[in-house]
């Protein structure tokens, strides 16, 4: 359910648990609130459902099956199919619909104050009063670039990966790309076959054997998980920071067109100057260089340490009990920051939350969290887990 409430709307809502942030995360969350009996309300920036999704390359997919995709109770269309990156948008759309997830949208949280009684939530659109707040706000509106002398100098055009969408404004230019990941690998591979690419990396790219996929590195990643809670030492897995030989770099490779150089020095007006002093002139740089927890509006809890993440225990602030932080990455839960890997997260999460509100409680004017129970199905997924209906 997507209610747009902002509407000028001044009003101070109280409920018990407000999520900021409505992509994957953030809907994980709500799924869990749902079956409690907790009020709730879920704020997202965003004009539409989808999270970062909406805003991926138009070629993207996803590097692991549907089937290893899936949110909390309801299985990603698809089987063994890799999403693209609308199918991921649609499938988020749905969900949310499907549990009637009261999700407002667009809402933007400016920051969270503490109270003696509770977290005040200030947006865009009017205060939330809440006696939890749970923060799924992502990485995507915390673009990273590294920082080169003279950047700023440089007069081509810079694009982060943030914000490529397809390579035809690209074609037929000098384009500089940075960065050792999977966008990087991905976007050089479509970029290559257009323009003229030179491909800067940190370390010579660690590419994954052909065979090793999504679904490879997530069953790699869940025996991790068990082999630590069961106490024993854990096998070392393969990375997941190495690059997924997916289609289009497989091709890609085999054209000879994943050669990578070390770093430039500096930047000039019209490229950049080499360690051996040569330069070389670029039209345009795109920065495949990562993102940061977007925390922004948790500054004034005093939680946000200087490395821009928060400490947590689980998934709460230590420093301010009443919040807790979901799918930024493996420092909130194992995998979080994937599809299949935030709903363990998003489940301990509200039972925390239960446990810590007393799931007698209500506030009376945020959405019910016990309204609406018969749509899940008990659905068993890989990464050794399940997510059955309470
Ligand atoms: C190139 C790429 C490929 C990937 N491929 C895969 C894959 O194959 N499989 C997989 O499982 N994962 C993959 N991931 C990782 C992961 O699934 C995504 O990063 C995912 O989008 C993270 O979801 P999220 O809900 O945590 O954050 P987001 O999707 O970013 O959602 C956060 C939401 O919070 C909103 N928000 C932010 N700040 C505020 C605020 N102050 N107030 C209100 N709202 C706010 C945002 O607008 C957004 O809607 C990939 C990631 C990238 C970048």
Redesign the pocket.
């Known amino acids: 359910m997507s209610n747009g409430s902002n509407g000028g709307q001044r009003a101070e809502r109280v409920c018990d648990v407000v999520v900021?942030?409505?992509?994957?995360?953030?809907l994980a969350v709500g799924y869990y609130l749902r079956r409690s009996k907790l009020s709730f309300g879920v704020?997202?920036?965003?004009v539409a459902p989808g999270?970062?999704?909406r805003h991926?390359w138009e070629s993207?997919r996803?590097?692991?099956p549907a089937r290893f995709?899936s949110l909390p109770g309801w299985p990603m269309p698809g089987g063994e199919e890799y999403p693209t990156r609308d199918e991921v948008v649609a499938y988020l759309a749905q969900y949310e619909r499907r549990y009637e997830l009261p999700v407002h949208r667009p809402?933007?949280?400016?920051e969270v104050q503490p109270h003696a009684e509770a977290l005040e939530v200030r947006?865009d659109g009017g205060s939330w009063r809440a006696r939890a707040v749970v923060s799924?706000?992502?990485?995507?509106?915390h673009l990273f670039i590294p920082a080169y002398p003279g950047r700023e100098r440089f007069g081509g055009l810079q694009l982060h990966?943030a914000l490529y969408h397809s390579p035809e404004r690209l074609a037929g230019k000098r384009v500089l790309v940075v960065g050792g990941g999977?966008?990087g690998a991905?976007i050089l591979a479509e970029l290559s076959q257009v323009a003229h690419t030179t491909w800067v990396t940190l370390k010579p790219p660690s590419f994954l054997p052909d065979h090793v996929d999504?679904r490879y590195l997530f069953e790699q990643a869940s025996a991790q998980y068990a082999a630590r809670r069961d106490g024993r030492v854990p096998e070392r897995p393969v990375s997941l920071g190495d690059i997924v030989a997916v289609p289009p770099v497989r091709e890609a490779r085999q054209r000879g067109a994943l050669e990578s150089v070390r770093p430039f020095l500096c930047f000039t007006e019209r490229g950049v100057v080499w360690p051996d002093g040569s330069e070389s002139a670029f039209d345009a740089v795109v920065w495949c260089t990562g993102?940061r927890p977007?925390l922004?509006?948790l500054i004034p809890l005093g939680v946000v340490g200087n490395g821009a993440t928060v400490e947590v225990r689980g998934t709460r602030a230590v420093q301010e009990p009443r919040l807790w932080l979901v799918?930024?990455g493996d420092w909130t839960g194992f995998a979080s920051?994937?599809?299949?890997?935030?709903g363990r997260s998003a489940r301990a999460t509200v039972e925390e939350i239960v446990a810590v509100l007393g799931s007698e409680q209500g506030s009376g004017v945020g959405d019910r969290g016990s309204g609406v129970r018969g749509t899940a199905t008990s659905t068993a997924l890989p990464l050794g887990l399940t997510f059955p209906d309470p």
């Open positions: 900021i942030g409505g992509g994957q995360a953030g704020l997202d920036a965003q999270g970062a999704w991926g993207l996803l590097f692991s995709s809402v933007r949280v400016r947006t799924a706000t992502g990485t995507w509106e990966s999977n966008s991905q999504g993102f977007a922004d509006h799918g930024y920051a994937t599809l299949i890997g935030v």
